[in-house]
């Protein structure tokens, strides 16, 4: 067999066989909306009752679990991102609003609406 075949081969078993305990991070998008954030996260194929998002002062995290379909027979290629576990952390550069923060997902998109708390910093006040 060719060298290079064999390595492919060896590398797709590799990958194959850890499908389900390799972490994937997926994309995001943030847009800063005055008042708000909104942050969208992409997790196509991912089922809606798997995915965790936790708000934190200055961050989110959104973690899922990978989806179990059968297909019948043994993969020959699994790249989707529905079969891997899922984690992201993002780091912002304001505080949240806990308590208000919002998610929808539809059509393989997070969504994640959170009010801004302010800016972390020093305040000089007037003395009444």
């Known amino acids: 067999m060719d060298p290079v075949k064999k390595l492919e081969e060896g590398l797709k078993e590799l990958y194959d066989s850890n499908a389900g305990k390799v972490e994937r991070q997926p994309d995001v998008d943030i ?25 934190y ?21 699994r790249e989707r991102i529905s079969n891997f576990p899922v984690a992201r952390k993002i780091e912002l550069p304001f505080r949240l609003r806990v308590d208000s923060a919002k998610a929808i997902y539809r059509d393989g998109v997070l969504q994640i609406v959170i009010a801004k708390a302010g800016e972390y910093g020093v305040a000089e006040l007037k003395i009444d």
């Not at 002062?57 to 290629?77: C, H, I, M, N, T």
């Open 31 to 55: 847009y800063d909306l005055g008042e708000n954030l909104v942050i969208y996260v992409d997790l196509p194929g991912v089922r809606k009752d798997s995915i965790k998002v936790r708000v």
């Open 57 to 77: 002062d200055r961050s989110v995290e959104v973690v899922a679990s990978p989806a179990q379909y059968e297909g019948g027979g043994k993969p020959l290629r």
